[in-house]
């Protein structure tokens, strides 16, 4: 029988999924350099570009548990 997920897995698990999501964005950006013929020097910058628009990205689409903790107590506005 399986047990509960513990806190530990559970952080480790993001955190793997969150790294994944940002090589993923890094990738991607500098395999489109490599579509267009561009050099290494373009291929290293735009995965570097990539990667922090990745990391913009996950801080955005993957919210601490803490910071949804905090909101779901807080008031959205009125009830129609």
């Known amino acids: 029988m399986v047990g ?7 952080n480790s698990f993001a955190a793997k999924l969150k790294l994944g999501f940002v090589l993923l964005v890094a990738l991607s950006a500098g ?3 490599l579509q267009a ?3 290494p020097v373009a291929f290293v910058g735009a995965s570097v ?3 922090l628009v990745g ?3 996950v801080w955005i689409a ?3 548990r803490e910071e949804l903790a905090d909101s779901e107590g807080v008031d959205d506005g009125p009830d129609w």
Do not use: K, M, Y
């Open 55 to 57: 990391v913009v990205l």
């Open 4 to 10: 509960p997920v513990s806190d530990e897995e559970r």
């Open 31 to 33: 395999l489109i350099t």
């Open 37 to 39: 013929d561009a050099g």
């Open 62 to 64: 993957f919210p601490d």
């Open 49 to 51: 570009a990539g990667g």
